[in-house]
């Protein structure tokens, strides 16, 4: 099956620098990779996706790109705020449904 | 509108008790899941309705885990007994469309503790 691995495990970062988190996946037939957020005590919430057929996608702040050769797909989250705080899980899926995630990233934002 | 819905959102018990969970999707959501969320780890998928049919439960212990969705709507994931380690969080989603080519919203979770 998918194995998705996630890095770094724990991320801490200045407010207004920007944060990176990268992910690889295993299974080439992976078509779907969506990030979500998770606060405590919440469930996850998407926060932006990418399809195979696409190499990047922005919304605001948040940037994702995807390298399908290698295997491989980030966030990239700009100007963070203590807001931004947070679990940070990326998954992979092929078809759609059937998410693999990774192991989260602790992100914590420094005012 | 309203989000997926789940409760207990806490729940402790003692090992060999039994234990029920309740999810309500989204309005007009056909897809339901069920995912396991270990601490520090990422959810895992246990089950998957599309309406009231369970296409995937290939994750799902079935020697103790049990869940149905009637009338495709609310769902019920059921642990019987409970062992120490199920103690997690069990996380119920929703997606609009069949396939599950869609966006999956996730409830709130019920964190269950088994002592």
């Known amino acids: 099956g998918e194995n998705v691995e996630q890095h770094p495990s724990t991320l801490s970062v200045q407010e207004g620098d920007s944060a990176v988190i990268k992910c690889t996946y295993s299974d080439s037939a992976s078509n779907y990779f969506p990030w979500y957020k998770q606060e405590l005590g919440k469930g996850p919430q998407l926060i932006i996706d990418?399809?195979?057929?696409?190499g990047e996608k922005k919304d605001q702040r948040i940037a994702v790109t995807l390298n399908k050769t290698a295997k491989h797909f980030s966030l990239h989250i700009t100007e963070t705020q203590p807001e931004d705080s947070a679990v940070y899980f990326c998954?992979?899926?092929?078809?759609?449904?059937?998410?693999?995630f990774g192991a989260g990233t602790t992100v914590t934002v420094r005012a | 509108e309203a989000g997926v819905v789940q409760s207990p959102r806490y729940k402790i018990i003692e090992k060999k008790q039994p234990v029920a969970f309740w999810c309500n999707p989204i309005?007009?959501?056909?897809?339901l899941y069920w995912y396991l969320q270990n601490l520090g780890q990422g959810p895992e998928l246990l089950i998957r309705y599309e309406n009231e049919e369970a296409v995937d439960d290939s994750q799902l212990p079935k020697d103790r885990f049990s869940a149905e969705r009637l009338k495709g709507v609310d769902s019920t994931l059921k642990i019987q007994p409970a062992e120490l380690g199920d103690s997690a969080v069990y996380l119920c989603a929703s997606s609009l469309l069949a396939g599950g080519r869609d966006t999956q919203y996730f409830g709130p979770g019920t964190r269950l503790t088994v002592l």
């Open positions: 998954a992979a899926a092929v078809g759609g449904y059937k998410l693999s």
């Open positions: 990418i399809r195979s057929n696409v």
């Open positions: 309005s007009g959501h056909n897809t």
